[in-house]
C-alpha cells in the first residue's frame, strides 16, 4: 500500500498520465467539432511516422554507451525476436473459439500491437531516452514479423519483395538501425577530441550530439513531436468510429482481455523468471518498455491487411477502437504494477 501511494503520488508520473489523456482527448474533441478534417488528421500520422518517431529513434541513440546498458540493449533486441515466436504459438489458444478468417484475424491483431504509433510515444513520455533506446530495438523484431508473418497471415500468399523493401525503407527502421550502429560500434569508429583542459570530450566522430550539436538540436525539436503528435492523432482517429456499435461484438472484449491483460501477464512473468536464472536478463526500465508496447491496441498495418485483404475487416476495425480506449486505461494500470514491482526490487 505505502509503495502504491508513493507510485500515484508521484509528480512526473501523475504529469505523464494527464498530459496522455487529455491531449488524446483534445485530438478527439477537435474532429469531433470538425475543427480539423480528415486531411489534417492524415498529415499528423504522416509527419510522425516519416519525421518525428525516426528522429526520436535516432536521438535515443547518442548517448555513452555503458557496460550495462550494451547488455540490456542486446538482451532486449533478441528478446524481441523470442517474444513474437512465443506470442505466435500462445494466439494458437484461439483456435478453440474461432476457425477460418476470424482466427487469423483476431490472431494478427493480438500478436501486432500499436507498438510504434502508440507505444513508444508513451514510453518516450514516461522512461525518456533510455527507454526509448530499448523500445526501439525490441521493434526490430515486430518490423520484421509484422510485414512477414503478418502479411501472410492476412493474405495467404507468400512473403513478397515489396514487403522486405518496407521493412528495410522504413524511415523508423533506418533511424533505428544507423541509430545503433553508431551506438554500438562508437568505441571502434575514428575518434575525436573536443573542448580542452577538464571539458574536453573524446569520442567517436558520428556521437553527433556531440560534434554536430546544433543538427542535434533540430534532431530533437522533431523528436519532441512525436508523443503530442500521436495523441492527438490517436483522438481524431476515436471520434471517427462509433464506440455504440464496436462495443455489441462479443470478440472485440476476448480480444481486448487477451491483447491488454492475458499477454503482458504471460510475457512479463516469462521476462521476471529470464532475469532470475540470468537469461537474457532485462532491467525495470526495458521491461516496462516491453509491456507498455504489448499492451497496445492492434497495428494500424494489420487492420489494413484486414481490409484489403476481406478478413473480418469490421471486425478488425471495432476491435482497434475499442483497444484504443480501453489500452490508455490498461497501460496506467501497468505502469503503477511496474512501478511497485521496481520499487520492490521484483523487476
Known amino acids: 500500500?505505502?509503495?502504491?501511494?508513493?507510485?500515484?503520488?508521484?509528480?512526473?508520473?501523475?504529469?505523464?498520465?494527464?498530459?496522455?489523456?487529455?491531449?488524446?482527448?483534445?485530438?478527439?474533441?477537435?474532429?469531433?467539432?470538425?475543427?480539423?478534417?480528415?486531411?489534417?488528421?492524415?498529415?499528423?500520422?504522416?509527419?510522425?511516422?516519416?519525421?518525428?518517431?525516426?528522429?526520436?529513434?535516432?536521438?535515443?541513440?547518442?548517448?555513452?554507451?555503458?557496460?550495462?546498458?550494451?547488455?540490456?540493449?542486446?538482451?532486449?533486441?533478441?528478446?524481441?525476436?523470442?517474444?513474437?515466436?512465443?506470442?505466435?504459438?500462445?494466439?494458437?489458444?484461439?483456435?478453440?473459439?474461432y476457425k477460418g478468417d476470424k482466427l487469423d484475424a483476431i490472431r494478427g491483431i493480438t500478436i501486432f500491437g500499436s507498438t510504434t504509433f502508440f507505444g513508444i510515444p508513451i514510453i518516450s513520455a514516461f522512461l525518456g531516452t533510455e527507454g526509448t533506446l530499448y523500445a526501439n530495438l525490441f521493434n526490430i523484431a515486430y518490423r520484421v514479423f509484422l510485414y512477414s508473418y503478418g502479411f501472410i497471415l492476412f493474405s495467404g500468399l507468400k512473403l513478397e519483395k515489396k514487403n522486405l523493401?518496407?521493412?528495410?525503407?522504413?524511415?523508423?527502421?533506418?533511424?533505428?538501425?544507423?541509430?545503433?550502429?553508431?551506438?554500438?560500434?562508437?568505441?571502434?569508429?575514428?575518434?575525436?577530441?573536443?573542448?580542452?583542459?577538464?571539458?574536453?570530450?573524446?569520442?567517436?566522430?558520428?556521437?553527433?550530439?556531440k560534434t554536430l550539436p546544433w543538427f542535434m538540436k533540430s534532431v530533437g525539436y522533431l523528436a519532441s513531436l512525436s508523443s503530442p503528435l500521436a495523441w492527438l492523432a490517436i483522438g481524431m482517429t476515436l471520434a471517427k468510429i462509433s464506440l455504440k456499435d464496436a462495443v455489441k461484438d462479443k470478440a472485440v472484449w476476448i480480444y481486448s482481455a487477451v491483447k491488454l491483460v492475458i499477454i503482458p501477464a504471460i510475457l512479463l512473468v516469462m521476462m521476471i523468471i529470464f532475469k532470475k536464472i540470468g537469461f537474457l536478463p532485462l532491467d525495470s526500465v526495458a521491461i516496462t518498455g516491453i509491456i507498455i508496447m504489448l499492451a497496445t491496441p492492434p497495428a494500424t498495418v494489420c487492420v489494413s491487411y484486414a481490409i484489403n485483404f476481406d478478413k473480418e475487416a469490421l471486425f478488425a476495425s471495432n476491435a482497434s477502437l475499442?483497444?484504443?480506449?480501453?489500452?490508455?486505461?490498461?497501460?496506467?494500470?501497468?505502469?503503477?504494477?511496474?512501478?511497485?514491482?521496481?520499487?520492490?526490487?521484483?523487476?
Open 1 to 97: 500500500m505505502e509503495i502504491m501511494k508513493q507510485v500515484l503520488s508521484d509528480q512526473a508520473f501523475l504529469g505523464a498520465i494527464f498530459s496522455t489523456i487529455s491531449i488524446i482527448l483534445l485530438g478527439y474533441y477537435l474532429k469531433k467539432s470538425n475543427k480539423v478534417t480528415d486531411q489534417a488528421s492524415k498529415a499528423l500520422t504522416a509527419v510522425l511516422l516519416n519525421v518525428a518517431l525516426p528522429a526520436l529513434a535516432f536521438q535515443a541513440f547518442m548517448t555513452e554507451i555503458k557496460p550495462e546498458t550494451f547488455t540490456v540493449g542486446l538482451n532486449t533486441f533478441i528478446f524481441g525476436f523470442v517474444a513474437y515466436v512465443i506470442l505466435i504459438i500462445i494466439t494458437f489458444g484461439y483456435m478453440f473459439i
Open 165 to 209: 523493401k518496407q521493412i528495410i525503407l522504413n524511415p523508423i527502421i533506418l533511424a533505428t538501425f544507423i541509430g545503433f550502429a553508431i551506438w554500438m560500434f562508437q568505441g571502434s569508429l575514428p575518434q575525436v577530441t573536443i573542448g580542452t583542459g577538464d571539458k574536453a570530450w573524446t569520442g567517436a566522430f558520428l556521437r553527433l550530439d
Open 322 to 347: 475499442v483497444a484504443t480506449v480501453l489500452s490508455i486505461v490498461a497501460i496506467i494500470v501497468w505502469l503503477i504494477i511496474l512501478t511497485a514491482l521496481g520499487t520492490a526490487g521484483i523487476i
